[in-house]
């Protein structure tokens, strides 16, 4: 019990660590290109990892675990940051934020094909049900946006639950935060040649607040949140703490409402009853 509800509290964190990425990439965007701001904060969050790893002297992975920590980086350190960078380029930052509701079900789905879990039927009724409110409210309130940022986030979302799942269950065996380093680390030899043919001629015309959302997603979103995530999956199972999920698109747009003055709605907080709601029921039927 006390390791399940460790897990609870650990991906909770990260959650919210997680809720300021897309406000935080959405002025990123502002000023650098999506290409750069990808590589960029795979690079210094590599470089924090790595010296996390030399300082507490971890040891390195064996040549069977290198697949699960490539998969993980394209998951989460290419395929998420990347494609939620391109997309914000086309819809607002409250639009993408919700799309984030169908990542628990993606999350579920990978835990159950490589995690090896199986939750129990009335696991995925509450799951399915928490998908379809959150992804209705995306549908609704993003009348008129754009095709091809939805497109984008919708692919987002599939390729981040892949590398939750695949991450997590690497966790098991390294520890959350070694899992993130190494996959770090491994991305730099592609990563850093990227950023450096990405980066702008001249950094003039960068805002402040570019700058410290450039920093905040480099070290929270991309190496401090899945310290913490990566450890939750891990001890309180991937499918079941998957579903604190459906909190992030409303922490999100709590931030993005105040940061970027976005609106917040009453529909907003009757969605996130809802979303409470089946993360509970989830929670009961997870195992």
Not at 236 to 262: C, R
Request: charged content about 10%; proline content about 4%; glycine content about 12%.
């Amino acid at each position: 019990m006390e390791k399940s509800t460790g897990g609870w509290v650990n991906g909770f964190i990260g959650v919210a660590i997680f809720a300021g990425s897309l406000p935080a990439t959405r002025v990123a965007v502002a000023d650098l290109s999506p290409t750069f701001l990808t590589a960029g904060r795979a690079v210094v969050a590599a470089a924090v990892g790595w010296l996390l790893l030399a300082l507490l002297r971890q040891q390195r992975p064996s040549l069977a675990d290198m697949p699960s920590l490539v998969i993980t980086a394209i998951g989460v350190v290419v395929g998420f940051p990347l494609l939620t960078a391109l997309a914000l380029q086309y819809v607002t930052s409250a639009h993408s934020i919700v799309f984030l509701g169908l990542l628990p079900l993606c999350t579920a789905i990978f835990a159950v094909i490589r995690g090896g879990e199986r939750p129990q039927p009335m696991f995925w009724v509450f799951s399915v049900m928490g998908a379809v409110v959150v992804a209705g409210y995306a549908a609704i309130g993003g009348a008129g946006e754009s095709c091809t940022g939805d497109v984008l986030m919708l692919v987002a979302v599939i390729v981040c639950g892949m590398g939750y799942a695949e991450g997590a269950r690497l966790s098991r065996k390294l520890g959350g935060w070694q899992v993130i380093s190494w996959a770090l680390v491994i991305s730099l030899p592609v990563m850093l040649p990227i950023a450096f043919f990405a980066m702008p001629v001249s950094f003039e015309n960068v805002g402040v607040g570019a700058w410290v959302s450039f920093a905040y997603v480099s070290l929270f979103s991309q190496l401090f949140g899945f310290v913490f995530w990566y450890s939750g999956l891990a001890l309180g199972g991937i499918a079941a703490v998957g579903q604190l999920q459906l909190f992030q698109p409303f922490m999100g747009l709590g931030l993005a409402a105040v940061l970027l003055n976005e609106k917040v709605s009453w529909s907003m907080v009757l969605v996130t009853l809802v979303a409470v709601v089946c993360i509970a029921g989830a929670k009961k039927y997870a195992k």
